[in-house]
């Protein structure tokens, strides 16, 4: 699994890049738009297992995001947007992933839900109570692990449960039990530069997981790994969901990861981000790496990569896919502009950097 | 903690430990002071060998003539230490949280320094008498200037990414200080310190020269002139030489348990 650009290459795009005006984005069919005073809408019927035993008696949460707005003073005076009026909801045991080209303000966005920073405008509420300040509902996990290099693995998971005054035995039998469930039972005692990347990453979703938290926040979790051990760890990140009892907000870069753990994908546009669509992903439950290569797959990383470009510069997916090929000649284009390579021919290894 | 100290490379520990080249240091450094002896010719009143030396060191911890010294000088020293370095930590922490107590504060840092202690030490012999205390504030003052800059450098530089990590999980502000910010800032506070320790000892012999009736700045007096006794002056330094050494072994020793293989 690469990077999650737009791998529709050519001058084709550069000119559309230069015809563009701002503010011209195209209306989203109603199903698209995201709409959080609505009632969600379940996309598809979610292959769901029941839920396990010792889980079933932990609280779930959903997240709810509103309005949400965030800027950042900059050196010049003028305030950098990275959120303007994002808004979207995710049902509590859903997956879902976040993708957005650089800068959009993604991490910003996990940071806000999370309660790691204050938002300007709009709220965040976890199943319906609102968040202030860090929050002991959610778990983080960051983009590099941030172990502790002075602690081993275990002390590093029980870190939470040391901030939130536990006894050292249920410290050290909770952490434990977690690094077992990250299949990392045997490393208890390595410290981080010991651990391989991937060790290291497993670890910190232990310590994520220490405190219970209902929903778990991922921030590009893969990004340092190699693309191999990527996908065995997605695996295992979707084993991991379905022990514990939790609801998933995963920011990525990639495309391919998106769809193979999402339930659905929140498209983010260019500063200031907002949700520009939010596709299903209508695979079913255990994801297998294999579904990866189905066309199921292969529309709807086209139709990510429609609306990841379409923010910017690149055809809707309905004009991509030659449903409205009036509507782009209108705009005094080549109806087939965007037809001639349908997205969804393109085989789903493209995005590996073709 | 323990478990990975013990699956730490023996071969690594092993080479740490091996006496070897210490020992292949010392017969160099022995052998070259005896040759120069015995080149030169000097009378043992000018440069005593290194046989001289050693029968006196022996005798004279034998004879009680060191000890008593050596004990009020090690008891300075540490007391000066502790004062100095835990003042210096709470400092530095200050230091390393607010701009304007460093604006405030670093040129008086600085010139207390840069001020040289021979010249401060009378004075504060003067204030606070010829007795432990003025020993224990000289120093504790030359102790801290770099154990204060060590922290402040130290917790300066800790890793944003953890302070923030350890926000997520909800640390309170002395939490996120306890767990995070001094454990990440160790090595460098204790840069700090193996510095410090080794100016302790040159502070606590200043102190004594400035005045007092016991310690081994003291004996260095006595034997330099009314005992004209220049091996025990050899011994005396000898001793204050192995005071060093051996305290800042164990800062280092501390430094190796507390901060361990990060890598």
């Not at chain 2, 690594?12 to 022995?30: K, N």
């Not at chain 2, 007096?221 to 091996?231: E, I, M």
């Amino acid at each position: 699994m690469g990077e999650g650009r737009a791998a529709r290459p050519g001058r084709a795009r550069a000119e559309r890049r230069l015809t563009r005006r701002r503010g011209a984005r195209r209306p989203w069919p109603a199903c698209r738009r995201p709409t959080p005073d609505r009632a969600p809408v379940r996309l598809h019927a979610p292959a769901r297992r029941p839920a396990r035993p010792e889980t079933g008696d932990r609280p779930l949460a959903s997240i709810d995001v509103a309005d949400l707005a965030r800027s950042f003073p900059t050196a010049t005076g003028t305030p950098l947007v990275a959120l303007d009026g994002v808004a979207f909801r995710v049902p509590e045991r859903q997956v879902v992933a976040i993708v957005g080209p650089n800068g959009c303000g993604k991490s910003t966005l996990l940071r806000l839900v999370g309660g790691l920073l204050p938002v300007d405008r709009g709220t965040v509420s976890l199943d319906g109570t609102p968040v202030v300040g860090p929050d002991p509902r959610v778990g983080f996990v960051f983009q590099e692990s941030r172990l502790m290099p002075w602690r081993d693995a275990v002390a590093n998971v029980a870190f939470p449960l040391e901030l939130a005054g536990r006894s050292a035995s249920e410290r050290l039998a909770r952490a434990r039990e977690l690094l077992a469930l990250v299949g990392l039972a045997e490393f208890a005692g390595a410290r981080p530069h010991q651990l391989s990347g991937g060790m290291r990453q497993r670890v910190a979703i232990a310590r994520a997981l220490a405190l219970e938290p209902s929903v778990l926040l991922l921030d590009e979790p893969f990004s340092a790994l190699d693309a191999l051990t990527r996908e065995r760890f997605g695996v295992e990140l979707l084993r991991i969901w379905q022990e514990t009892a939790t609801t998933i907000l995963i920011v990525t870069h990639s495309v391919s990861e998106a769809i193979f753990l999402a339930d659905r994908v929140l498209v983010l546009s260019p500063r200031p981000g907002q949700v520009v669509a939010d596709i299903p992903v209508n695979l079913p439950r255990p994801r297998r790496l294999s579904m990866l290569d189905t066309a199921v797959v292969s529309v709807t990383a086209a139709a990510i990569r429609a609306n990841l470009a379409g923010a910017a510069d690149e055809p809707a997916p309905e004009e991509a896919w030659g449903l409205q090929p009036a509507l782009a000649a209108s705009r005094g284009r080549d109806p087939l502009e965007g037809v001639g390579v349908p997205a969804w021919f393109d085989p789903f290894g493209r995005e590996g950097g073709a | 903690m323990s478990l990975t100290q013990a699956q730490a490379p023996k071969a690594a520990r092993a080479r740490r430990l091996d006496p070897a080249p210490v020992l292949l240091g010392a017969v160099i450094f022995v052998v070259a002071w005896q040759a120069l002896v015995w080149i030169g010719g000097y009378e043992p009143w000018l440069l005593p060998g290194p046989l001289v030396v050693g029968q006196r060191f022996v005798d004279a911890w034998l004879d009680g003539t060191i000890a008593p010294h050596a004990t009020a000088t090690l008891l300075e020293i540490v007391l000066g230490f502790t004062v100095g370095a835990g003042l210096a930590l709470l400092v530095g922490m200050l230091l390393a949280r607010s701009h304007f107590a460093e604006r405030l504060l670093s040129p008086y840092l600085v010139a207390a320094q840069a001020t040289p202690i021979l010249a401060i030490a009378p004075l504060i012999a003067l204030w606070f008498g010829t007795g432990l205390l003025s020993k224990v504030l000289i120093c504790a003052l030359i102790v801290f200037f770099p154990v204060a800059i060590a922290t402040m450098v130290g917790i300066r530089s800790v890793d944003k990414r953890l302070v923030e990590m350890a926000r997520a999980f909800r640390a309170t502000r002395s939490q996120l200080v306890r767990q995070v910010e001094i454990p990440a800032a160790l090595p460098a506070i204790l840069g700090g310190m193996r510095v410090g320790v080794t100016l302790a000892v040159i502070g606590a012999i200043i102190g004594e020269w400035a005045g007092g009736e016991r310690g081994l700045g003291v004996l260095i007096n006595l034997a330099r002139g009314s005992l004209f006794d220049t091996p025990l002056l050899f011994a005396t330094l000898a001793t204050i030489a192995l005071i060093g050494i051996v305290l800042y072994l164990v800062v280092v020793a501390v430094e190796r348990r507390m901060v361990g293989a990060r890598g």
